[in-house]
Every structure is written in structure tokens, then in C-alpha cells.
T-cell receptor, first 116, second 114 residues
Framework: AQSVTQLGSHVSVSEGALVLLRCNYS??????LFWYVQYPNQGLQLLLK??????LVKGINGFEAEFKKSETSFHLTKPSAHMSDAAEYFC??????????????FGQGTILTVHP | NAGVTQTPKFRILKIGQSMTLQCTQD?????MYWYRQDPGMGLKLIYY???????DKGEVPNGYNVSRSTTEDFPLRLELAAPSQTSVYFC?????????????FGDGTRLSIL
């Protein structure tokens, strides 16, 4: 069974500082990995995804994530935080193949606060 | 370009009442999903469908029912509302069979049961 752990339910940074949101996963087969962002009272919006190929993935709004198989990690980073980045972020995993039908397993979410 | 549309956006129910949460998508996606989101718990899969007429249980199906008579619509039914079903419900859809394809989410239905 697959699982996702997001380290830190709340992360607070200053505007202009580095954003680092941590995600570790477990999966018995090669995973597909996703980061979603949720702004208040809205649905989830895809930030980026890792499927195959290049392990450093670039997404929208200046975010990127690196797939590290040896560490079973998929941490999300942004070099310089902006006030508009304040939101909740979810890491999710989907297993390739089998009968999973592309079901996503989500982490518990990390709320990012950006201070002026 | 509506994507995934959920109605209603907010609802308050009394214990024991029933209701249907509506979800429709205009992207001709075969795969559709219902999740519930509780604070600090991420999203949990309730039911999913791989096409019209085909549905299956997810992680937390108890107290819910679904149907899929068309490609576009995937309603979620609560028969006897309980306080434990107070949550935010999200519907999502995905194009095809490849698990690498991302899911597209609606804006959610915020449901309170009192």
C-alpha cells in the first residue's frame, strides 16, 4: 500500500525567503508524484508532477520539486516566497499499473504562511 | 471552460436527513472521484468511477452511495446524515487510464450536519 508523509503541518517563512515543503512517500511500485495547492475556499490546483525522466520538475508559480528515489522523497521548493504563495499544499502519489485506477493517496497537507 | 462543477457550495443538514451532492464535468473524462477533506487529514477517497455504469468503493465509503449514468455526472448521495459526515467534499476527474495523468478538482461542497 502506498502512503505519503508531509513533514510539518505548518511552515512559516518571510517574504523573499526560501520555501521548502517536505514530502516522503512509500510505494511498492514506481510512483507518480504530484504537488497540489489549495487556496482558501477553493479546490486543488496542480502545481507540478513527476512521471518519468528528469528528476527535477518545474511547475507553475516558480515552484519546483526533485524526485529522489533513494530517499523516497519529493520535496517542493521555491527560491523566493511571495505573499500570494500562502496556501495549503498537498503531496500525492499514484501507483503505475495494477488496478489502482489512478487513485491518489494524499499527505495530510502543509499550510504555508508568508510574513511581510 | 467550466471543468469540474460542484453544487451546492454550502449546505447545512440536520441529523438523519438525506441529500445529493452534484458533480459534473465537461472535459469528457472517463475517471471520476469523490474525496472528503477533514482538517489535518488530507483527502480521503470515498468512491470512484472508471466510466458510465462502473463504480467502486474507495477508502471511506460507509454512509455514502454513488451512481454514474452518464460520462458527465457523478452524484454522491448521503442517505442518513450523521455529524461525522461534516466535511468538505471534492469531486475530481481524470482523462484516461494512465495513472500519470493529473486529476482536476472542483471547488468543493462544504457540508455541516447538526
Amino acid at each position: 500500500a502506498q502512503s505519503v508523509t508531509q513533514l510539518g503541518s505548518h511552515v512559516s517563512v518571510s517574504e523573499g525567503a526560501l520555501v521548502l515543503l517536505r514530502c516522503n512517500y512509500s510505494s511498492s511500485v514506481p510512483p507518480y508524484l504530484f504537488w497540489y495547492v489549495q487556496y482558501p475556499n477553493q479546490g486543488l490546483q496542480l502545481l507540478l508532477k513527476y512521471t518519468t525522466g528528469a528528476t527535477l520538475v518545474k511547475g507553475i508559480n516558480g515552484f519546483e520539486a526533485e524526485f529522489k528515489k533513494s530517499e523516497t522523497s519529493f520535496h517542493l521548493t521555491k527560491p523566493s516566497a511571495h505573499m500570494s504563495d500562502a496556501a495549503e499544499y498537498f503531496c500525492a502519489v499514484s501507483e503505475a499499473g495494477g488496478t489502482s485506477y489512478g487513485k491518489l493517496t494524499f499527505g495530510q497537507g502543509t499550510i504555508l504562511t508568508v510574513h511581510p | 471552460n467550466a471543468g469540474v462543477t460542484q453544487t451546492p457550495k454550502f449546505r447545512i443538514l440536520k441529523i438523519g436527513q438525506s441529500m445529493t451532492l452534484q458533480c459534473t464535468q465537461d472535459m469528457n473524462h472517463n475517471y471520476m472521484y469523490w474525496y472528503r477533506q477533514d482538517p489535518g487529514m488530507g483527502l480521503k477517497l470515498i468512491y470512484y468511477s472508471v466510466g458510465a455504469g462502473i463504480t467502486d468503493k474507495g477508502e471511506v465509503p460507509n454512509g455514502y452511495n454513488v451512481s454514474r449514468s452518464t460520462t458527465e455526472d457523478f452524484p454522491l448521495r448521503l442517505e442518513l446524515a450523521a455529524p461525522s459526515q461534516t466535511s468538505v467534499y471534492f469531486c475530481a476527474s481524470r482523462r484516461g487510464q494512465g495513472a500519470y495523468q493529473p486529476q482536476h478538482f472542483g471547488d468543493g461542497t462544504r457540508l455541516s450536519i447538526l
